[in-house]
Nanobody, 126 residues
């Protein structure tokens, strides 16, 4: 079992920055890959970024590439998402997810992940 708790969300103006965090606890064997997803009101949940725990491989959604950076601190079992140059369309609930495996082609599929946090809200105003 893995437990995930997100923090760090809030409100920011367009062009600003925010860092959100995910604290993991439980079995490391159950979280080979860690991802951030987001869900805006009335929209499907979409993958934002993923990182592998063993080697730090990363992937990003096209919409955030160059603006967002996913990172980890394995000693603390923390995952971070640094978000720069934020846009109003980045407004969403952001969720941390853990998966038992990593797939470069399926990382953005929510069904790939076994554990989810409760989410943290990010609001970007214009």
């Amino acid at each position: 079992q893995v437990q995930l708790v997100e923090s760090g969300g809030g409100s920011v103006q367009a062009g600003g920055s925010l860092r959100i965090s995910c604290a993991a606890s439980g079995s490391d064997a159950e979280r080979t890959s860690m991802a951030w997803f987001r869900q805006a009101a009335g929209k499907e949940r979409e993958g934002v970024a993923v990182i592998t725990i063993d080697g730090g491989r990363t992937n990003y959604a096209t919409s955030v590439k160059g603006r967002f950076t996913i990172s980890q601190d394995n000693a603390k079992k923390m995952i971070y998402l640094q978000m720069n140059s934020l846009k109003p369309e980045d407004t969403a609930m952001y969720y941390c997810a853990a998966g038992r495996m990593y797939s470069p082609s399926r990382w953005g599929d929510r069904n790939w992940y076994n554990y989810w946090g409760q989410g943290t809200q990010v609001t970007v105003s214009s």
